[in-house]
């Protein structure tokens, strides 16, 4: 267990402090110009905030889910806006790799009863996987929502990268084992760790053409049934 959540930590503080090295530099080009420009130096700081926050936010969520006396942070949870929001915070390192985002979101999907940080960290985690699938050559990132018949919220998470290990498929989801020189092995097992215990679970299957798709599933609220009045 303190091997899982050194690694888990390791692994998720990686994506905000990178944000935080190159908003720096963004906010040191800002300030060497002349005459100065102010405004992009003060948006570049207020990232940087935003960023060491969220380190913050990711180090005491995994902590707390490696603790069984941990206090239950879930409250509603709207998808599509945690997507979008996420999007925007990785639109730089999408645009730095070439790759196109694509969103494909079903409209009125009922919110979910969830911790938002630690969803905000299985879809970051998903799509930074997606995107270094596509490094080489860039490509297209598709994210995608719907409600199915058997009331589960799915989202898709798709891409036109390098595909899957077919040998090691089945192992993909397992604690330490990684097909990258630089990877811990623990970004899609925290994911899958996650998404079963908001009651979910997770898969990866190879795409037709290029590249793969990663799904994931939520149960979704069901709504209370009326009490039906009978007439003396």
Same mark, same amino acid.
């Given at each position: 267990?303190?091997?899982?959540?050194?690694?888990?930590? $390791?692994?998720?503080?990686?994506?905000?402090?990178?944000?935080?090295?190159?908003? $720096?530099?963004?906010?040191?080009? @800002?300030?060497?110009?002349?005459?100065?420009?102010?405004?992009?130096?003060?948006?570049?700081?207020?990232?940087?905030?935003?960023?060491?926050?969220?380190?913050?936010?990711?180090?005491?969520?995994?902590?707390?889910?490696?603790?069984?006396?941990?206090? &239950?942070?879930?409250?509603?949870?709207?998808?599509?806006?945690?997507?979008?929001?996420?999007?925007?915070?990785? %639109?730089?390192?999408?645009?730095?790799?070439?790759?196109?985002?694509?969103?494909?979101?079903?409209?009125?999907?009922?919110?979910?009863?969830?911790?938002?940080?630690?969803?905000?960290?299985?879809?970051?985690?998903?799509?930074?996987? $997606?995107?270094?699938?596509?490094?080489?050559?860039?490509?297209?990132?598709?994210?995608?929502?719907?409600?199915?018949? &058997?009331?589960?919220?799915?989202?898709?998470?798709? &891409?036109?990268?390098?595909?899957?290990? $077919?040998?090691?498929?089945?192992?993909?989801? &397992?604690?330490?084992?990684?097909?990258?020189?630089?990877?811990?092995?623990?970004?899609?097992?925290?994911?899958?760790?996650?998404?079963?215990?908001?009651?979910?679970?997770? @898969?990866?299957?190879?795409?037709?053409?290029?590249?793969?798709?990663? %799904?994931?599933?939520?149960?979704?609220?069901?709504?209370?049934?009326?009490?039906?009045?009978?007439?003396?």
């Amino acid at each position: 267990m303190l091997g899982e959540l050194a690694a888990s930590l $390791a692994h998720e503080i990686k994506q905000p402090l990178t944000a935080i090295i190159l908003n $720096a530099k963004a906010c040191q080009h @800002w300030i060497d110009q002349h005459p100065s420009n102010t405004e992009q130096a003060r948006a570049s700081t207020k990232r940087i905030e935003q960023d060491g926050t969220r380190a913050i936010e990711v180090i005491e969520r995994v902590r707390s889910f490696y603790k069984k006396d941990a206090p &239950d942070r879930r409250e509603p949870v709207d998808l599509s806006q945690l997507i979008q929001e996420m999007i925007m915070l990785l %639109h730089g390192e999408a645009a730095r790799n070439s790759v196109a985002v694509r969103l494909e979101l079903a409209d009125d999907l009922p919110k979910v009863m969830a911790d938002s940080v630690q969803l905000q960290q299985v879809l970051i985690n998903l799509v930074l996987n $997606a995107i270094e699938a596509m490094r080489e050559g860039g490509g297209e990132l598709r994210i995608g929502s719907q409600l199915t018949a &058997d009331g589960n919220l799915v989202i898709s998470v798709g &891409d036109t990268g390098v595909g899957l290990p $077919a040998e090691n498929l089945e192992r993909i989801f &397992d604690p330490f084992f990684t097909t990258k020189p630089e990877g811990t092995g623990m970004g899609l097992a925290l994911t899958r760790s996650i998404v079963e215990s908001h009651g979910g679970r997770v @898969w990866a299957v190879g795409n037709a053409g290029p590249g793969a798709t990663f %799904h994931f599933a939520l149960p979704a609220p069901t709504e209370p049934k009326k009490g039906v009045r009978l007439k003396a």
